[in-house]
């Protein structure tokens, strides 16, 4: 008969299979136990995380770990609620509401070696207070509207907006090495540019 116990993690070496050396009972230890984990799923739990051992067939020099928690870095979830998460912070939330929430203090990095795709029904929202970096030796955007900003350059059924191009041309300014601005030329040029696109 298969008894269960718990115990504390006192050693985790990550080889092929993850071997443990844990404490149980008073007085009693184990050394160099299998820690079996989910098929697709698998951790290195710190030293100090708790954990359950199995004696399989009550043999107690059969001893296997099938279980490990940590409460000292595990969220605090909403019922039905799925997370994964590290002693670091980082997570990744299942939420209430259908919403999955990912967090890194540092980088969260998403790579494939032929296609990366994000598509959604409504809206892709992409936010950042510094800066948005795209790089690639060829970029497109197919759709039939595209705005590049309140006073930048409309596109229409992939062409761009005459009034638009007409404002880009005469209202773009680079500030000069004396610490004025060049381009965008006189009242008269705009108005004659504006009005040959217009």
């Not at 269960?4 to 071997?19: F, G, H, S």
């Not at 940590?70 to 969220?75: F, H, I």
Request: aromatic letters at 6%.
């Amino acid at each position: 008969m298969t008894s269960l116990i718990r115990v504390v993690l006192k050693k985790v070496k990550d080889a092929k299979i993850q071997i443990v050396d844990a404490v149980g009972r008073v007085g009693e230890s184990f050394s160099n136990r299998e820690l079996f984990q989910q098929y697709g799923f698998t951790s290195h739990p710190w030293p100090d995380a708790e954990g359950v051992a199995a004696f399989l067939g009550g043999d107690v020099n059969n001893v296997i770990i099938i279980a490990t928690e940590d409460r000292r870095y595990r969220l605090h979830l909403a019922q039905g609620e799925v997370a994964l998460y590290t002693d670091e912070g980082d997570w990744v939330h299942m939420k209430r509401g259908n919403e999955i929430h990912a967090y890194s203090k540092k980088t969260i990095r998403a790579q494939s070696d032929d296609l990366v795709e994000v598509t959604a029904a409504n809206l892709v929202h992409i936010v950042s207070p510094v800066k948005i970096k795209g790089e690639a030796p060829r970029v497109s955007f197919v759709g039939d509207y595209m705005d590049l900003g309140a006073e930048g350059l409309g596109i229409d059924n992939g062409v761009v907006r005459k009034s638009d191009l007409a404002y880009a041309l005469t209202n773009h300014t680079h500030p000069d090495a004396q610490g004025g601005v060049t381009g965008g030329g006189t009242d008269a040029s705009r108005a004659s540019t504006a009005a040959r696109c217009i």
